[in-house]
């Protein structure tokens, strides 16, 4: 979503009939401490803006004004404190970083940028929502060239801040704030995981912890090969711990189930049991297609 700087105004889907609102769902669930909390940083965001060298900003729709009564603003700022267990000072200079880094970055604009579909198009998109109407997002790793997806690193983040900004396109910061993500494996063989991939997610992983906090509500990891654990213990690395918890790695037998949780059945792509066609992932060859589980046989254990 586009934000706004100094005296620029920005029009988006998320300012249109929300810009005054003064009840708020998410904002009504905050506990006492944390709208205290929430209060004192909103008190410091002239701070924060001259921090940023801006007079103004609008940040996802939504101005970064003390004397706001949006109270999607609130549900912003939170995001910031939880990234940073409530403390202030830390929420201040992580906001102001984050600004600073939107500006250089010029997410203004990324929206607008397009990328080749043949490359990118299957790597990630969005698809309906889960059961609480929150956006879900798929990534499929496999039959990927790594160079052509991952070998030019600035274009690679580029696209990826952008699939990011559009699944923020569809929230409101009213009833919906975060995100669904599915990360496919299948077909992918341990040579793949090269240095370009690692290199790539690296980063790509630190731009979304520093700028994009508290958007994730739970990811599953699905056909995950032999030497995932290898691959988590990597990404670990630069994940916080309130990350490692929304993690749903689900067992060979137990995709459907697990993702029938969150996902209702209708809009779960068929290609993982449920009953929502895809088009795009329908037309690729059987070979290439992710795993779709097979019934458990009766008298095995049920999967936890």
Known sequence: MAEAQTSTTTTTTTTSTTSTTTSNPLFDKFTEEEKKKVEELKTHLPDILKGADVQNYTLWGVELNKDSNDRRLEVILIKFLKARNFEID????????????????????????????????????????????????????GGLDNNQVFGELERFIRWRVQLMEKGIQLLD?????????????????????????????????????????????????VNVPWWGDLMFKFVSMFLSEQTKKKFIVTSAGGVKDSMLNLIPEENLPTIYGGKSVIPELEE????????????????????E
């Not at 496919?184 to 790509?204: F, I």
């Not at 070979?287 to 049920?302: A, L, Y």
């Open 173 to 221: 910061f009213v009833n919906v704030d975060q995100m669904i993500q599915v990360h496919d494996y299948n077909l992918v063989a341990y040579a793949n995981y090269d240095s370009t991939v690692k290199n790539a997610s690296k980063n790509v992983t630190q731009v979304l912890q520093e700028n994009y906090p508290e958007f994730l509500a739970a990811k599953f990891f």
């Open 90 to 141: 830390q929420a201040k200079e992580m906001l102001i970083k984050s600004i600073k880094w939107r500006i250089e970055f010029k997410t203004g604009e990324i929206l607008s940028e397009t990328f080749p579909a043949s490359i990118f198009g299957k790597v990630g998109f969005f698809h309906k929502h889960d059961k609480e109407n929150r956006p879900v997002t798929y990534n499929l790793y």
């Open 284 to 303: 690729k060859s059987e070979g290439d297609k992710p795993k779709v589980d097979e019934p458990e046989p009766k008298n095995d254990k049920p999967t």
